[in-house]
């Protein structure tokens, strides 16, 4: 095998790609590396690609979904392969064994290529097999990966490509790296080809994962609003700064944001700094105080009140739980490190997917 070979060299030959799949892994992630590779060949009319899918021991991985993935068998099968992407979820510190780190440490020089998806850059990383590169993670584990990871150059990027390192941010990034690996391998009509077939429009890695005006409202004003909001959490400005920088009034801004979210600018910062605390309690270990100042509550009885106002329960008691299955009295569904977090908004909607959130 030649090392020094990237994998994103035109080449007939097929690539053959070992995944290793870690317990509390999304199905949806496993699905947007395996499935654009079926398609290729499907278009290519031939083995353009082969993969193999394997577990830390060999035996079937449970997802989050409930349902268990069969294995090809442990990590051990990987030997061969061009390249190992590493696709892990929720509860990755846990999943990602001591044992496990030794061997992927082991095996590592013998792939052209690591990839991680979601969780697996911070697998990889804990191996140290980033050091000295560029990568990303799930968005909302960019700032705990850096400060735990200094030797790693973290981008909020889609996707990385960072020589022999790749790393995508979650499961629909992955499908744009399979994409542009195609695309890159076998020219630009397969590529298309496979997008079509899945209804999907590549896009560039370097695109940010998350655009929160886009998800939050379609009024631009209102989404600038937002943007401003999400860049604050931990110092949030006053309605009347915000309006100011927009050019609009304080009445202006409070009916777009009505029109549009049935909120006030206020209610909406509010809910986003909420939302940032759950996931921070939820899923990280992080000092409750610290998690009310980095979400712009002054102190931690303040973020306890809004937080019980909001929820229904005590920060403390959420992050005593470690599975959580419930509706709020807001409307919020969301399952603790089981990849759902939805919240509708009085007469408008809003909802994000959270594949992981696990430091």
């Known amino acids: 095998m030649?090392?020094?070979?990237?994998?994103?060299?035109p080449a007939t030959a097929p690539l053959h790609i070992a995944v290793l799949v870690l317990p509390d892994a999304?199905?949806?992630e496993v699905a947007s590396v395996l499935d654009p590779m079926r398609s290729a060949?499907?278009?290519?009319g031939r083995a353009g690609f082969r993969w193999t899918v394997v577990s830390h021991d060999g035996r079937a991985v449970p997802l989050t979904c409930g349902i268990e993935l069969p294995s090809n068998g442990p990590l051990a099968r990987a030997e061969g392969a061009d390249a190992l992407a590493v696709i892990a979820g929720y509860r990755q510190a846990e999943v990602a064994?001591?044992?496990?780190i030794r061997e992927l440490r082991?095996?590592?020089?013998?792939?052209?290529?690591?990839?991680?998806?979601?969780?697996?850059?911070?697998?990889?990383?804990?191996?140290?097999?980033?050091?000295?590169?560029?990568?990303?993670?799930?968005?909302?584990?960019?700032?705990?990966?850096?400060?735990?990871?200094?030797?790693?150059?973290?981008?909020?990027?889609?996707?990385v490509i960072s020589g022999p390192r790749i790393t995508a941010g979650g499961?629909?990034?992955?499908?744009?790296?399979?994409?542009?690996?195609?695309?890159?391998?076998?020219?630009?009509?397969?590529?298309?080809e496979v997008a079509h077939s899945f209804l999907t429009?590549?896009?560039?890695?370097a695109e940010p994962q998350v655009s929160a005006p886009a998800r939050l409202a379609a009024e631009p004003r209102v989404a600038a609003a937002i943007a401003r909001m999400?860049?604050?959490?931990?110092?949030?400005?006053?309605?009347?700064?915000?309006?100011?920088?927009?050019?609009?009034?304080?009445?202006?801004?409070?009916?777009?944001?009505?029109?549009?979210?049935?909120?006030?600018?206020?209610?909406?910062?509010?809910?986003?700094?909420l939302q940032a605390a759950r996931r921070m309690i939820a899923d990280t270990a992080h000092p409750l105080a610290e998690v009310a100042l980095r979400c712009g509550f002054g102190s931690q009885s303040a973020l306890s009140r809004a937080f019980r106002a909001r929820f229904g329960q005590s920060p403390s008691a959420l992050r005593g739980r470690s599975r959580i299955r419930s509706g709020a009295a807001g409307g919020m569904v969301f399952e603790n490190r089981s990849g759902v977090c939805s919240m509708h908004m009085s007469t408008g909607s809003a909802e994000t997917a959270s594949d992981a959130r696990r430091t």
Do not use: K
């Open 97 to 100: 064994t001591r044992p496990l």
């Open 106 to 159: 082991r095996m590592a020089p013998r792939f052209r290529a690591l990839i991680g998806i979601d969780a697996g850059p911070w697998v990889l990383a804990r191996a140290g097999l980033l050091d000295g590169h560029r990568a990303t993670v799930h968005w909302e584990d960019l700032e705990d990966f850096a400060a735990a990871h200094p030797g790693v150059e973290v981008l909020p990027d889609r996707y």
């Open 41 to 44: 060949n499907r278009h290519l």
């Open 230 to 273: 999400e860049a604050r959490l931990d110092a949030p400005e006053p309605v009347a700064a915000t309006a100011r920088a927009l050019g609009l009034s304080v009445r202006r801004l409070e009916g777009l944001f009505r029109a549009e979210l049935g909120l006030s600018p206020g209610a909406c910062g509010r809910e986003l700094r």
């Open 2 to 9: 030649t090392q020094s070979a990237t994998i994103f060299a």
């Open 201 to 205: 429009t590549p896009r560039s890695g």
């Open 171 to 192: 499961a629909a990034p992955a499908a744009d790296l399979m994409l542009h690996l195609i695309r890159a391998r076998h020219g630009a009509a397969p590529a298309l």
């Open 26 to 28: 999304s199905i949806l």
